[in-house]
Nanobody, 124 residues
Framework: QVQLVESGGGLVQAGGSLRLSCAAS????????MGWFRQAPGKEREFVAA????????FYADSVKGRFTISRDNAKNSVYLQMNSLKPEDTAVYYC?????????????????WGQGTQVTVSS
């Protein structure tokens, strides 16, 4: 069992930056790829970014490429999402997720554990 807790969300003006953190606890000794997803009101949950276990490979949705950076610190059992040049359309609840496989994955059904989410609101 793995528990994931997101933090770092909040209200920010367009063009600003925010860094989200996801702290993992439980059986984290296994190799897990990690991902970030987001869900805006009335919309389906969508993929944002993913990173493999070693941190050597990342993948981003086109909508955030060049603005967001995913990283991880396995010694701290944490994964991060640095968000720069934020836009109002980035407003959503952001979720971190863990996959019981070391390879990154962009599909929502490829993840086994989910956090409760953290709200990010970008004002114009």
């Amino acid at each position: 069992q793995v528990q994931l807790v997101e933090s770092g969300g909040g209200l920010v003006q367009a063009g600003g930056s925010l860094r989200l953190s996801c702290a993992a606890s439980g059986r984290t000794f296994s190799s897990y790829a990690m991902g970030w997803f987001r869900q805006a009101p009335g919309k389906e949950r969508e993929f944002v970014a993913a990173i493999n276990w070693s941190g050597g490979r990342t993948f981003y949705a086109d909508s955030v490429k060049g603005r967001f950076t995913i990283s991880r610190d396995n010694a701290k059992n944490s994964v991060y999402l640095q968000m720069n040049s934020l836009k109002p359309e980035d407003t959503a609840v952001y979720y971190c997720a863990a996959r019981a496989d070391e390879r990154l994955w962009a599909g929502i059904h490829g993840y086994d554990y989910w956090g409760q989410g953290t709200q990010v609101t970008v004002s114009s």
